[in-house]
């Protein structure tokens, strides 16, 4: 059996990653109680113990405002701890695949962001998340980092979630209308991660690097808001839609910045590891 480490495994997408393992891997599924990964004494004794062929790296801190003034653990988890995963991962001569984000980009292009694009992350979190890429790519050379952007899935906390909340909580609400991204499913990062490996364990290699993957099409948090109040009341979640009112960034203001446009270009993973990209608005059941 192929043995892979997931980090962060009671997470939005580590957990998705446990309940998703195809046959033929045994996944050692580590939540932040059980496996500190700022503690370089913990990650080599969980790698002694385990011995494991992968390790994918799906632990963050991703507590997006609250970065802004917890700085110093926003760094330890997104750069330090990937730092002391990197080297592990060297030492024992096996691949690391870890998630990053669309918040290393400054959010000021009007074209989807390639992998090649100039990064100039805006926010604590997004510069914590660049420093962590940067630390992988020193140190192992046997690395993909998948960046994605408005992650939402079954476990945590997230903007389906939310929405689903407040739909229930109010006749009437204003959402952010001049964001653009692409909201992927936890579910759908998982699988995309899953095929990665299993094409890895045929192939023993794999083109290594940055890629971008999200679901499709690009949309804005107004838009994502009223599909999901659309499709809760056909599934008998929500009694009513509310009232949606589309509104502006500065009507809005947040203690991090967010990138204005954040969609990501997809097609390097599409060609280079044949991976087909899927529509959020299928996803976003999974989470009633």
Not at 12 to 29: D, H, N, R, Y
Not at 50 to 73: G, H, M, Q, R, W
Not at 96 to 123: C, R
Not at 242 to 255: D, G, K, L, R, S
């Given at each position: 059996?192929?043995?892979?480490?997931v980090?962060?495994?009671?997470?939005?997408?580590?957990?998705?990653?446990?309940?998703?393992?195809?046959?033929g891997?045994t996944v050692?599924?580590?939540?932040?109680?059980?496996?500190?990964?700022?503690?370089?004494?913990?990650?080599?004794?969980?790698?002694a113990?385990?011995?494991?062929?992968?390790?994918?790296n799906?632990?963050a801190?991703?507590?997006?405002d609250?970065?802004?003034?917890?700085?110093?653990?926003?760094?330890?988890v997104?750069?330090?701890?990937?730092?002391?995963?990197?080297?592990?991962a060297?030492?024992?001569?096996?691949?690391?695949?870890?998630?990053?984000?669309?918040?290393v980009f400054?959010?000021?292009?009007?074209?989807?962001?390639?992998?090649?694009?100039?990064?100039?992350?805006?926010?604590?979190?997004?510069?914590?998340?660049?420093?962590?890429e940067?630390?992988?790519?020193r140190?192992?050379?046997?690395h993909?980092?998948?960046?994605?952007?408005?992650v939402?899935?079954?476990?945590g906390?997230?903007?389906?979630?939310?929405?689903?909340?407040?739909?229930?909580?109010?006749?009437?609400?204003?959402?952010?209308a001049d964001q653009?991204?692409?909201p992927?499913?936890?579910?759908?990062?998982?699988?995309v991660?899953?095929?990665?490996?299993?094409?890895y364990?045929?192939?023993?290699?794999?083109?290594?690097?940055v890629?971008?993957?999200?679901?499709?099409?690009?949309?804005?948090?107004?838009?994502?808001?009223c599909?999901?109040?659309?499709?809760?009341?056909k599934?008998?979640?929500?009694?009513?839609?509310?009232?949606?009112?589309?509104?502006?960034?500065?009507?809005?203001?947040?203690?991090?910045?967010?990138?204005?446009w954040?969609?990501?270009?997809?097609?390097?993973?599409?060609?280079?590891?044949?991976?087909?990209?899927?529509?959020?608005?299928?996803?976003?059941?999974?989470?009633?």
């Amino acid at each position: 059996m192929f043995k892979v480490l997931v980090t962060g495994a009671k997470g939005q997408v580590g957990s998705e990653l446990v309940k998703a393992a195809p046959a033929g891997f045994t996944v050692i599924g580590l939540g932040s109680n059980e496996l500190d990964i700022t503690n370089q004494q913990q990650v080599t004794a969980v790698m002694a113990q385990y011995k494991p062929d992968l390790i994918i790296n799906a632990a963050a801190y991703t507590a997006v405002d609250k970065a802004e003034s917890d700085i110093e653990t926003a760094f330890a988890v997104n750069e330090k701890a990937v730092a002391l995963l990197a080297q592990a991962a060297y030492d024992a001569d096996i691949p690391l695949f870890h998630i990053s984000t669309d918040y290393v980009f400054d959010g000021q292009a009007s074209t989807p962001y390639k992998e090649t694009d100039t990064v100039n992350p805006q926010s604590v979190y997004g510069a914590s998340k660049l420093a962590g890429e940067q630390a992988l790519e020193r140190t192992h050379a046997k690395h993909i980092i998948l960046r994605t952007s408005w992650v939402f899935g079954a476990t945590g906390n997230n903007f389906v979630k939310t929405m689903l909340r407040l739909g229930k909580e109010r006749e009437e609400l204003s959402v952010v209308a001049d964001q653009y991204g692409c909201p992927t499913s936890a579910r759908s990062i998982a699988e995309v991660l899953w095929q990665l490996a299993e094409k890895y364990v045929a192939e023993r290699t794999l083109p290594w690097g940055v890629y971008h993957f999200s679901n499709s099409p690009a949309c804005t948090w107004y838009e994502f808001a009223c599909e999901i109040f659309e499709q809760a009341v056909k599934a008998g979640v929500l009694e009513r839609k509310p009232v949606v009112h589309p509104i502006t960034t500065a009507e809005y203001p947040t203690p991090a910045k967010r990138p204005a446009w954040s969609v990501l270009d997809c097609g390097k993973i599409e060609r280079a590891q044949s991976i087909a990209l899927v529509q959020w608005s299928e996803e976003i059941i999974d989470i009633f």
